[in-house]
């Protein structure tokens, strides 16, 4: 359906099943179907169907290269198909059975060498380029495709924990029975005289079962730039950079927590609050841009202020900065603050900081090594200029007398 100010301005007909994904693309709609096809629409000048592919299984997922004249359709047989929209020609397959092996269920009956049941992908995404293909679905890995060639670059796997079901490769073969796997059957007992509860009872409820979740790749996406990529699965949201210095990790994020309040809160001169924004944004490039715009007569008053856990979170990015910023006094000065006032708590939480003040050692001590080299350098210098000046001074005297 199309709709247009809250009404339904087309209805489009055509499939004979279920319709799986849906997307625009320079002025056409594309859907893929479980009835074995996908079809393109042109939606502006009303012609219906302008074309339709025809493939070997159900489609569960259709995506639009971001120049319009590519599409790529994943299909529940394991295979990406991509489609020339200009030429209406098949350019492409791409076989997946292979690179979604792994990891076997828990009412699985064969090994997972064999199993390729409910192994195919449901997301899919080009990069920027359209040079490389992301697809992910019923299955523990993210492959990434070179579409021209339809090789695998890379796979992924998104979980290394056992307790979703689909992850292991191997099962017990005690945990199967004549009935089927113990893991999926009810375990409770009922003892003499119980009865099951009314619906809304808690006491006493025997209708608990253990239901294991089933590790799956719900949705990929290629970021705009291609540097990064993400992908919401049943661990989480996961985010793949390679840009380590743009992670974002926030802490005790809030609605409040905005780079925008950071900067009205400098301007305003509370530094405190600006500071505490910055570390809670855990972003080096916020927290550098607040810290050097403390005066040093008020560093001490605004590390005595700081709660202990930013306390830690300030000191790691300060070793960072040692090492690359030219303003090292500057920052000896936050170091020294930090350990007087908070050297007790640093020391009894030594679990935590450890790691810190031994990255804090090493770039104080590397940086002792570089002033020093430097000193004795320009100490020379200074030894021949002076040297040089009363050889000079004394021809000066000899000329005159």
């Not at 080096?284 to 810290?291: I, S």
Request: proline letters at 3%.
């Amino acid at each position: 359906k199309q709709w247009y100010q809250r009404r339904v301005r087309e209805l489009l007909s055509g499939h004979k099943g279920p319709v799986t994904s849906l997307v625009f693309s320079q002025g056409m709609l594309i859907s893929s179907s479980w009835d074995k096809t996908a079809r393109v629409w042109d939606t502006f000048e009303r012609k219906g169907t302008t074309d339709t592919l025809t493939l070997s299984s159900d489609c569960t997922a259709v995506v639009a290269r971001p120049d319009g004249a590519q599409i790529a359709v994943a299909t529940l047989n394991s295979e990406i198909t991509i489609y020339d929209l200009k030429l209406s020609v098949t350019v492409g397959t791409i076989e997946g059975r292979n690179d979604l092996w792994g990891g076997r269920s828990k009412d699985d009956l064969i090994s997972a060498a064999s199993q390729k049941r409910n192994r195919c992908f449901t997301s899919l995404s080009y990069s920027a380029d359209g040079a490389v293909l992301l697809a992910g679905g019923r299955s523990k890995y993210i492959c990434i495709y070179n579409v021209e060639q339809a090789v695998l670059i890379k796979r992924f796997a998104v979980s290394r924990n056992l307790s979703y079901d689909g992850m292991l490769q191997f099962l017990h073969s005690s945990n199967m029975t004549d009935q089927g796997a113990m893991d999926l059957m009810d375990t409770d007992v009922y003892q003499h005289g119980d009865e099951l509860p009314l619906p809304g009872v808690t006491k006493g409820d025997y209708s608990k079962r253990r239901i294991t979740p089933q590790i799956d790749v719900h949705s990929v996406q290629f970021c705009p730039t291609g540097r990064s990529w993400s992908s919401a699965t049943t661990e989480g949201l996961l985010i793949y950079s390679l840009d380590n210095t743009l992670t974002f990790d926030p802490i005790d994020l809030d609605t409040d927590v905005t780079p925008q309040t950071m900067h009205v809160a400098m301007q305003s001169g509370e530094l405190l609050k600006g500071l505490v924004i910055a570390l809670r944004l855990n972003t080096a490039l916020y927290v550098r841009e607040v810290v050097e715009q403390v005066p040093q007569d008020q560093i001490h008053y605004i590390v005595s202020a700081l709660p202990l856990h930013h306390v830690i979170a300030l000191l790691a990015f300060i070793v960072e900065l040692l090492s690359s910023s030219s303003h090292l006094h500057f920052y000896t000065l936050w170091v020294r603050s930090i350990v007087t006032t908070h050297g007790p708590a640093l020391k009894k939480n030594s679990s935590q900081t450890m790691s810190t003040l031994n990255g804090l050692l090493s770039a104080l001590t590397s940086q002792t090594r570089t002033l020093s080299s430097l000193c004795d350098t320009n100490q020379y210098f200074l030894d021949v200029i002076l040297t040089h000046g009363k050889f000079h001074k004394s021809e000066i005297s000899q000329e005159v007398f």
